[in-house]
């Protein structure tokens, strides 16, 4: 079976229990229904620019890359964060994604280390999408949101509503990771003013996707 979205085919091998599949020879730790709506999702908001904490096996970055190519955005970069250099990242920066290996935050992850660097490329002109699955998806999320601007995206994978919502409908079914829950980033979101989008999509693929609105100061 081939996505039509995207032409490329499902993973026969898919289970939510081993959580990985290969795309175009990269390992990819993500649920299968990315290939239909993270391509739509992209083209619905138009990312002037990614940042993905989180680099892994380069399945996804590549993903990303190559989805937004797709829609005529190739000239919007990601800079894609690990701490550990992988064999696959040189083929992966040939690519096009602009992998460093370094770590963005401070020993208690909870501090950012490159603020001045992050904040300037997250407050470029035009729409910021920023994306949390490293090691601590929940100081990720709470310590980058507070950079977004206007307009700007922030995700975070491996997330459910609350455990109960996990155990009963996404373990063994969907995903068996859960290392994110609203609660433990509802202070950010209220104090960075970001809302949710498309969330019973995103659910179902594991990730939280948020925005942050006008303030009403800023509105018109």
């Given at each position: 079976?081939?996505?039509?979205?995207?032409?490329?085919?499902?993973?026969?091998?898919?289970?939510?229990?081993?959580?990985?599949?290969?795309?175009?020879?990269?390992?990819?730790?993500?649920?299968?229904?990315?290939?239909?709506?993270?391509p739509?999702?992209?083209?619905?908001?138009?990312?002037?620019?990614?940042?993905?904490?989180?680099?892994?096996?380069?399945?996804?970055?590549l993903?990303l890359?190559?989805?937004?190519?797709?829609?005529?955005?190739?000239?919007?970069?990601?800079?894609?964060?690990?701490?550990?250099?992988?064999?696959?990242?040189?083929?992966?920066?040939?690519?096009?994604?602009?992998?460093?290996?370094?770590?963005?935050?401070?020993?208690?992850?909870?501090?950012?280390?490159?603020?001045?660097?992050?904040g300037?490329?997250?407050?470029?002109?035009?729409?910021?999408?920023?994306?949390?699955?490293?090691?601590?998806?929940?100081?990720?999320?709470?310590?980058?949101?507070?950079?977004?601007?206007?307009?700007?995206?922030?995700?975070?994978?491996?997330?459910?509503?609350?455990?109960?919502?996990?155990?009963?409908?996404?373990?063994?079914?969907?995903?068996?990771?859960?290392?994110?829950?609203?609660?433990?980033?509802?202070?950010?979101?209220?104090?960075?003013?970001?809302?949710?989008?498309?969330?019973?999509?995103?659910?179902?693929?594991?990730?939280?996707?948020?925005?942050?609105?006008?303030?009403e100061?800023?509105?018109?």
């Amino acid at each position: 079976e081939i996505c039509p979205e995207c032409n490329t085919p499902y993973p026969k091998t898919f289970s939510p229990v081993k959580g990985t599949w290969k795309y175009k020879d990269f390992t990819l730790q993500q649920h299968k229904d990315i290939l239909t709506k993270f391509p739509l999702f992209l083209q619905m908001i138009n990312p002037a620019r990614v940042l993905e904490i989180g680099t892994g096996h380069g399945g996804f970055s590549l993903f990303l890359r190559n989805s937004l190519n797709d829609i005529g955005l190739s000239d919007a970069p990601i800079k894609s964060f690990d701490i550990i250099e992988r064999e696959c990242y040189g083929t992966l920066r040939s690519h096009g994604v602009e992998v460093s290996v370094q770590s963005l935050f401070d020993s208690s992850y909870s501090e950012l280390e490159e603020r001045e660097l992050i904040g300037n490329y997250v407050q470029s002109p035009g729409i910021s999408l920023v994306l949390c699955d490293g090691g601590n998806k929940r100081m990720e999320f709470n310590i980058l949101s507070s950079l977004l601007k206007e307009g700007d995206f922030i995700m975070a994978h491996d997330y459910a509503p609350d455990l109960q919502y996990f155990n009963e409908r996404i373990k063994g079914k969907r995903w068996d990771w859960f290392e994110l829950e609203d609660s433990q980033i509802e202070e950010a979101c209220k104090k960075n003013n970001l809302t949710s989008f498309n969330e019973i999509d995103f659910t179902d693929i594991v990730w939280v996707c948020k925005y942050k609105e006008k303030s009403e100061k800023n509105a018109p």
